[in-house]
């Protein structure tokens, strides 16, 4: 799956996307832009820092859960 693909988590009550970009503010604005995510429909912004590890390494990231 690509980094700025938008993932679909099924809930019982709304559908809920999760958006994954890069860690930094530039990206951020762009991802929620390029979907076309709402303000409004944003539940939640997590930043997670850069893992730099021998097995499974990646940079610090943006996951942002939204209502569809």
Known sequence: ?????PRTIVNQRSRI???VV????EALNAG????GVAIDDI?????ELARGLAIGDYGAQ?????RV
């Open 1 to 5: 799956m690509a980094q700025d693909e």
């Open 17 to 19: 996307k999760e958006l």
């Open 22 to 25: 890069e860690g930094t503010i």
């Open 32 to 35: 929620i832009e390029q979907n």
């Open 43 to 47: 539940v939640l912004i997590r930043f």
């Open 62 to 66: 943006y996951h942002v859960l939204y």
